[in-house]
């Protein structure tokens, strides 16, 4: 299958931006936790942007 290589990245994000929204409603303070996610993701994005999946 010939895939974008931001294919996998986007459906993360939303994901996780997902269990934020969640989190939210119980915890104001949990915007810190979702943007650390966010840099634990980064760098895994970037991989997979300059291998694309087979």
Excluded: C, D
């Excluded at 934020?20 to 993701?41: G, L």
């Amino acid at each position: 299958m010939a895939m974008m290589p931001n294919a996998g990245v986007l459906p993360a994000i939303v994901l996780l931006f997902g269990i934020f929204m969640q989190s939210v409603e119980y915890r104001k303070t949990n915007i810190q936790e979702f943007f650390i996610q966010i840099k634990k993701i980064q760098p895994v994005a970037k991989i997979a942007a300059r291998h694309p999946a087979r």
